[in-house]
């Protein structure tokens, strides 16, 4: 288009030429890439040419002509329009994924949206006419009600990374150099938060919840540091015989534990006492093993109380077959009863293995035995006597005793006594005790009878007669007894010997033969006092 200053009067419409005022607004920006002069509304160069179809846009990228239809083209290099123009400016690496240039006029006006798709690595700012929505920075309004511009800016940014340590999540904050942030508190279960730090282990720089942090030039990250939530656990014991300490061993009570972990305890019984499992108190239930106990992960503060009870033992009798006579429940220090003495053939219960007088531990006990025996034992003994006033000699008893002290019956035993020629002439009677029976009730002269003798039951002979004359070292005589296989020979005969002495019975009246108790003993022929 030609602006023609002094030509003939007149417009040149339908031509390239203008010889009036064209009306232009002032050189700015109205879209494209360089600045453009605009139409006024009424301007003549508006709809002045005729459209070609080989330009179908004006500089800008507007399409010729605006209208619509057979409406000619504008003048000039820029078609006006009653749209609004919406600019966009991008800076840096990224891109504007919406994008309108121009805007029909709207009631109420159009809002656009801009949304925005930087590089991993770059970070947004909006300006000019545009708005960045609220929670998504990657997004900018604008309203449509004139022209408006609009600018993107494509930055480097760099990662603050958050690492929670074992605490809820926090999501990474990317922004650009030099920019701050407040820093957000964090949350783990059953601790405190207590910071931020460079390090893991916390030795680098400190940040407290809400600092500002100025981020550098270079991707960070934080680490939460924490303080582990821990609990007061208090021990005692009820009921007395025992006691409850810490494990390990010294360590004071109550014991501080932290979240999750176990406490530990020993239990030291008394003397015949046990702890009772499970313990009591309202520490989480845990395990006992021996005297050690370790509670479960506690959670809070808590007690745990420990009791004892006696031992109880376990006693069993058992015969010689190893049957069970007995068997009992029995408390430490307590005695056991023992049943009746369990019988064996052929042999006699003499006791038992095991004292249980005083239980201390579970008890197997066996009966003790000894072979059953045969056992005949007899006593010879002058038991009384006196000396006649007239010389015809002394009367004389003897007293004969056989008794069963051994564990089996003893049938037709032989008892054998042979009075000497010089005792005559001698009477005798027998006597059945504890259920001894005597062969004959009484006989005269020499005894040769057979008895029958239960355990612990005996038979006893007496023996009257006149001695003349008297030895001068005694009347002696043996008696024995023969007991089929008696295991004891030692006890089965024995010898008793008259003989006067100092204190002799002497008779006083010569018509009265009563026997007086013998008092004089003799050892190898000496009298014993």
């Known amino acids: 288009s030609i602006i023609v200053p002094g030509t003939p009067p007149g417009n040149h419409v339908g031509t390239n030429t203008l010889d009036v005022d064209p009306e232009l607004g002032p050189l700015q920006d109205h879209g494209g890439h360089t600045p453009t002069l605009l139409p006024s509304a009424g301007s003549p160069a508006i709809d002045a040419v005729a459209c070609t179809s080989s330009i179908s846009t004006d500089q800008r990228g507007m399409p010729r002509p605006q209208g619509g239809g057979t409406t000619p083209c504008d003048m000039g290099a820029v078609e006006a329009s009653?749209?609004?123009?919406?600019?966009?400016?991008?800076?840096?690496?990224?891109?504007?994924?919406?994008?309108?240039?121009?805007?029909?006029?709207?009631?109420?006006?159009?809002?656009?949206?801009?949304?925005?798709?930087?590089?991993?690595?770059?970070?947004?700012?909006?300006?000019?006419?545009?708005?960045?929505?609220?929670?998504?920075?990657?997004?900018?309004?604008?309203?449509?009600?004139?022209?408006?511009?609009?600018?993107?800016?494509?930055?480097?940014?760099?990662?603050?990374?958050?690492?929670?340590?074992?605490?809820?999540?926090?999501?990474?904050?990317?922004?650009?150099?030099?920019?701050?942030v407040a820093l957000p508190a964090a949350t783990r279960a059953h601790h405190t938060f207590i910071?931020?730090?460079?390090?893991?282990?916390?030795?680098?720089?400190?940040?407290?919840?809400?600092?500002?942090?100025?981020?550098?030039?270079?991707?960070?990250?934080?680490?939460?540091?924490?303080?582990?939530?821990?609990?007061?656990?208090?021990?005692?014991?009820?009921?007395g015989h025992g006691s409850i300490s810490a494990d390990p061993p010294g360590t004071p009570l109550p014991l501080t534990i932290d979240h999750g972990d176990s406490a530990g305890f020993i239990l030291t019984p008394a003397t015949g006492y046990h702890a009772v499992a499970p313990l009591g108190g309202d520490c989480p239930a845990g395990t006992l093993a021996g005297n050690s106990y370790l509670t479960g992960p506690i959670t809070g503060d808590c007690q745990v109380i420990a009791s004892f009870a006696i031992n109880q033992y376990s006693v069993a009798f058992l015969d010689w077959q190893d049957e069970t006579l007995s068997l009992q429940t029995i408390a430490h220090g307590s005695p056991a009863m023992a049943p009746p003495d369990p019988p064996r053939p052929g042999h006699v219960f003499i006791g038992w293995?095991?004292?249980?007088?005083?239980?201390?531990?579970?008890?197997?006990?066996?009966?003790?035995?000894?072979?059953?025996?045969?056992?005949?034992?007899?006593?010879?003994?002058?038991?009384?006597?006196?000396?006649?006033?007239?010389?015809?000699?002394?009367?004389v008893r003897f007293e004969v005793g056989v008794e069963n002290i051994g564990d089996l019956p003893i049938i037709?035993?032989?008892?054998?006594?042979?009075?000497?020629?010089?005792?005559?002439?001698?009477?005798?009677?027998?006597?059945?005790?504890?259920?001894?029976?005597?062969?004959?009730?009484?006989?005269?002269?020499?005894?040769?009878?057979?008895?029958?003798?239960?355990?612990?039951?005996?038979?006893?002979?007496?023996?009257?007669?006149?001695?003349?004359?008297?030895?001068?070292?005694?009347?002696?005589?043996?008696?024995?007894?023969?007991?089929?296989?008696?295991?004891?020979?030692?006890?089965?005969?024995?010898?008793?010997?008259?003989?006067?002495?100092?204190?002799?019975?002497?008779?006083?009246?010569?018509?009265?033969?009563?026997?007086?108790?013998?008092?004089?003993?003799?050892?190898?022929?000496?009298?014993?006092?």
């Open 82 to 180: 009653d749209a609004y123009l919406l600019h966009l400016q991008v800076t840096g690496r990224g891109l504007i994924g919406v994008c309108a240039a121009n805007y029909l006029p709207a009631t109420p006006p159009q809002s656009v949206t801009l949304v925005a798709r930087p590089d991993p690595t770059q970070v947004l700012t909006w300006s000019g006419d545009c708005t960045a929505e609220a929670g998504n920075p990657l997004q900018a309004s604008v309203i449509m009600d004139a022209s408006k511009h609009c600018q993107a800016v494509f930055e480097q940014g760099y990662t603050l990374d958050f690492d929670t340590q074992g605490g809820d999540p926090i999501a990474p904050i990317l922004q650009r150099h030099d920019t701050t």
């Open 195 to 239: 910071g931020w730090n460079t390090a893991a282990d916390g030795s680098g720089t400190d940040y407290a919840e809400g600092d500002v942090f100025t981020f550098p030039a270079a991707d960070t990250t934080l680490y939460a540091q924490w303080q582990i939530h821990t609990y007061s656990v208090t021990a005692s014991a009820s009921g």
């Open 353 to 395: 293995d095991t004292a249980f007088d005083a239980v201390l531990s579970d008890l197997l006990i066996r009966p003790l035995y000894r072979p059953a025996i045969v056992d005949a034992a007899l006593r010879k003994t002058v038991s009384h006597s006196l000396v006649l006033l007239d010389g015809s000699g002394d009367l």
């Open 412 to 529: 037709n035993a032989n008892v054998l006594d042979l009075l000497p020629g010089t005792f005559a002439p001698s009477l005798w009677s027998c006597e059945g005790m504890d259920g001894g029976v005597c062969g004959t009730a009484s006989g005269a002269g020499d005894v040769d009878e057979r008895v029958d003798l239960p355990v612990g039951a005996s038979v006893r002979y007496v023996i009257d007669g006149l001695a003349s004359p008297v030895p001068e070292h005694g009347l002696v005589n043996t008696a024995v007894v023969d007991a089929y296989a008696d295991a004891d020979s030692a006890n089965n005969a024995d010898t008793a010997r008259y003989q006067r002495c100092g204190r002799g019975n002497l008779q006083t009246d010569a018509g009265d033969e009563t026997l007086l108790p013998h008092q004089c003993i003799f050892h190898d022929s000496y009298e014993t006092p």
